[in-house]
């Protein structure tokens, strides 16, 4: 079992940044991919970023590349989300997520666990 819980969401304005955080406990972090997600008000659960577990390859959603930044640090057992240049329509329950295979990381079905989520709000 792996358990995670995400912190650093919250209210912010238009163009300003956010970092989240997401602590893994239980099994070995390291071999796990890690992934972000969110979900807005009557909207599906879209992929936001992943990075694997070894190479540190990384992938973002087309709407965040340049804006968003994941890494991870593994004697943390951390992964980290950075948002710049925040827009209204980023604003969504953000969610971690692990999983074993580290293949088809965009896909939120393959993930073998998931944090409660942390509410992202931009307005003015």
């Known amino acids: 079992q792996v358990q995670l819980v995400e912190s650093g969401g919250g209210l912010v304005q238009p163009g300003g940044s956010l970092k989240l955080s997401c602590v893994a406990s239980?099994?070995?972090?390291?071999?796990?991919?890690m992934g972000w997600f969110r979900q807005a008000p009557g909207k599906e659960r879209d992929f936001v970023a992943a990075?694997?577990?070894?190479?540190?390859?990384?992938y973002y959603a087309d709407s965040v590349k340049g804006r968003f930044t994941i890494s991870r640090d593994n004697a943390k057992n951390t992964v980290y989300l950075q948002m710049n240049s925040l827009r209204p329509e980023d604003t969504a329950v953000y969610y971690c997520?692990?999983?074993?295979?580290?293949?088809?990381?965009?896909?939120?079905?393959?993930?073998?666990?998931w944090g409660q989520g942390t509410q992202v709000t931009v307005s003015s």
């Open positions: 997520a692990a999983k074993r295979l580290q293949i088809g990381l965009t896909d939120p079905k393959g993930y073998d666990y």
């Open positions: 990075r694997g577990w070894s190479t540190g390859s990384t």
């Open positions: 239980g099994r070995a972090f390291s071999v796990f991919a």
